[in-house]
């Protein structure tokens, strides 16, 4: 495996990282606006990503924008929102080919910078305002989003899970935005937004690929010259200890019933534990060999699925499950048994080598993507530590049984959202 390496370059207004490798036969470049997550904001911002991908000043429809990719040979584009930890962050990918494998061509990395600078900062508008047409049908778009998560039962329970769990708490913003949110939004009020987020936001720009560090440098040092004057310091992991065990049924017209329950961990992604943690939740839900997978749905057909992950940059783990509505008492012992049996030590040595090695391959299997190694160094900003690859896959290697049931042991429970039929299901009402 190669070790990858992020060799980044501090501007005033910026942090550029330039990631060369000779995998692939594509540049990617990413552009990362972060800043911590509002809940006064947090709609306009997950709106302003629909509106940007409609135009800009220099290609001002959809299809001239995709006319222009076409002339990247094909280059692939996207932006959109997302959550790492109690940050919202704005992402612009570009994929395009190398042109070291295109004969005839040698500035084609170059007019795919000046392509992101321009969507970034030149948006189409008249000064003041984004064009109230495009505005008013991506917030249609937005709505349509929003509510196919409603729709989603198994993402719905995720959600609701989250927000009685960190009710009180910046990680319990959607970084979706609300419905009711939408109609109060106006093309000024956005542009504004848009206008805060591209001057004040902390900027990552990732370059991943067959690229010469300096001649990359040298490009987009020349094209992104930004009127930026950045100041926001992101939310760092703020790690909570789990109060009192909070239980919340929801039903509605459903058959298949949604048992989801949350736990805080005590471990972010900086804390010397995080390797431990990973393998913790290998064993107990994150594998096909896990112990949520064969108790609670080969062992005891008590579930369609069962499964954890955990979140590393706010200490919270949950595991999701799909019962029969009359399962939720036998399904939720038997998830908590799971967790105490870990927690009182009974792993075989087969099931601890068998998740390091699933765990690795996990990490193996990120950084075999381009955008995939962009994500795991950015996830390192947002936690506020550095690895390598190679380094986090030595760290796992070493991981004992004895550190897998310490970090059981710091493992609580904090919540239990039980979505269930409306005419069927037991659970604390």
């Not at 222009?68 to 919202?88: C, M, Q, R, T, W």
């Not at 939004?185 to 542009?191: C, N």
């Not at 799909?322 to 799971?338: F, N, R, T, V």
Request: charged share 30%.
């Amino acid at each position: 495996m190669q070790t990858l390496i992020d060799h980044q370059v501090e501007y005033h207004d910026y942090l550029l990282h330039l990631i060369p490798t000779k995998k692939f036969k594509t540049n990617t470049i990413s552009l990362k606006f972060s800043s911590p997550i509002e809940r006064e904001s947090v709609t306009e911002r997950a709106l302003i990503p629909f509106v940007l991908q409609k135009g800009s000043t220099k290609y001002p429809s959809e299809r001239e924008l995709r006319l222009k990719l076409d002339d990247l040979y094909g280059a692939k584009f996207s932006i959109n929102s997302s959550k790492k930890g109690e940050n919202h962050v704005i992402t612009f990918t570009l994929d395009i080919p190398n042109e070291k494998f295109i004969q005839g061509e040698d500035e084609l990395f170059q007019k795919g910078i000046e392509f992101l600078h321009e969507v970034a900062t030149n948006p189409k508008h008249d000064g003041e305002s984004f064009d109230p047409e495009i505005v008013n049908k991506e917030k249609e778009t937005l709505e349509n989003k929003i509510k196919s998560i409603i729709d989603e039962k198994m993402q719905y329970a995720n959600m609701r899970l989250i927000d009685e769990m960190c009710k009180d708490e910046k990680f319990g913003i959607r970084s979706h935005g609300y419905l009711e949110d939408l109609d109060s939004i106006d093309p000024k009020a956005l542009y504004r937004r848009y206008q805060q987020m591209v001057k004040q936001d902390r900027l990552d720009i990732y370059i991943v690929g067959d690229i010469d560090d300096e001649k990359t440098k040298s490009i987009v040092e020349s094209i992104f010259h930004m009127d930026r004057q950045p100041f926001v310091e992101l939310n760092g992991p703020n790690v909570k200890e789990a109060p009192e065990v909070k239980d919340l049924t929801e039903k509605q017209k459903i058959q298949q019933a949604k048992l989801h329950l949350g736990y805080r961990t005590g471990i972010a992604y900086s804390d010397e534990r995080y390797p431990a943690l990973q393998v913790f939740n290998g064993i107990f839900g994150g594998f096909p060999h896990s112990k949520l997978f064969i108790n609670v749905r080969e062992k005891h057909s008590l579930a369609y699925y069962a499964a954890s992950r955990f979140e590393s940059h706010k200490g919270l783990l949950f595991v999701f499950s799909g019962i029969a509505p009359e399962k939720y008492d036998q399904a939720k012992k038997i998830i908590m048994q799971q967790h105490e049996h870990i927690k009182n030590g009974e792993i075989t040595e087969q099931e601890l080598e068998q998740t390091k090695k699933a765990v690795i391959h996990q990490l193996k299997e990120t950084i075999d993507r381009s955008r995939g190694i962009i994500e795991w160094y950015y996830q390192q900003v947002i936690g506020g530590k550095e690895y390598t690859n190679q380094e986090m896959v030595e760290q796992i290697e070493a991981v004992t049984k004895d550190d897998v049931i310490a970090v059981a042991n710091q493992v609580h429970l904090d919540t239990v959202y039980f979505l269930t039929a409306e005419d069927g299901g037991v659970a604390n009402e």
